[in-house]
């Protein structure tokens, strides 16, 4: 091949690559896309389970509330009657015994209601809770549409670029040589790797810094042939 064909292949080549890397740099923000919206999932499935858990411990505690309100407001009534029998005991022995019952009245009445401070206490705090929680769930579930359609906006802005990039790619195989063209596709090897890389002017391979034979220097130097490094197996360009 001759000298401007050659130079073509070189700048042809070089253009090729830089395609390559376009669109695996495209590919790489197309597939981040995807964890972040997933992240956000993850983090509102675990807020409901939190939630859940939460109303239950609510639900729970305000029947036990109700239980020993139903308690006080027995013991309070238990207590009124045992003060009213206290007015109208005869003798000594029925104030005993109605003094003794009314102690354990009003011990077990005090028992109710601390429980029943317990209990309003446990609610409130449940409530509480639950309502920092169901605030959280509300921006996650806000944060998660919106991730979910600026995602959906940027993969198809994504996307569109990469059928850009691919029309591009179209244009230049058509215009590069088909032997030049059959040794990048090989060394490129259907991967994202490096294809292209520059012979150094001290004469080694810009990428695993093998020395190249002086003929060979000589033959990329003059454009003239096309050659791997016979180290990593790339193509070796002149130094622009
Ligand atoms: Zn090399």
């Not at 495209?26 to 896309?33: D, F, G, K, M, Y």
């Not at 020993?68 to 003798?91: D, P």
């Amino acid at each position: 091949m001759d000298d401007t064909t050659a130079l073509g292949i070189f700048e042809a080549l070089r253009s090729l690559e830089e395609i390559d890397r376009n669109i695996a740099g495209i590919t790489a923000q197309l597939e981040a896309l995807s964890p972040e919206l997933f992240e956000s999932e993850r983090r509102m499935a675990e807020l409901e389970v939190r939630a859940e858990a939460v109303a239950k411990r609510a639900e729970r505690a305000e029947s036990r509330l109700r239980k020993s309100e139903r308690a006080t407001k027995a013991g309070r009534e238990t207590l009124k009657r045992l003060q009213q029998r206290g007015q109208e005991v005869q003798n000594l022995k029925q104030h005993t015994a109605v003094r003794a019952e009314t102690d354990a009245a009003r011990r077990n009445l005090e028992a109710a209601e601390d429980e029943q401070l317990q209990g309003m206490q446990e609610v409130e705090e449940a409530k509480a809770e639950l309502s920092v929680l169901k605030g959280q769930l509300t921006e996650e579930r806000a944060a998660y549409e919106r991730l979910k359609s600026e995602t959906s906006a940027r993969r198809a802005e994504l996307e569109s670029e990469i059928l850009v990039e691919r029309d591009r790619r179209a244009n230049r195989e058509l215009r590069l040589d088909v032997d030049a063209l059959r040794l990048y596709e090989s060394v490129r090897g259907g991967k994202t790797r490096q294809v292209l890389a520059a012979l150094t002017p001290d004469g080694v391979c810009g990428h695993c810094y093998t020395f190249i034979p002086k003929q060979r220097q000589a033959e990329i130097r003059s454009r003239s042939r096309l050659h791997l490094c016979e180290g990593c197996g790339i193509i070796l360009l002149p130094v622009e």
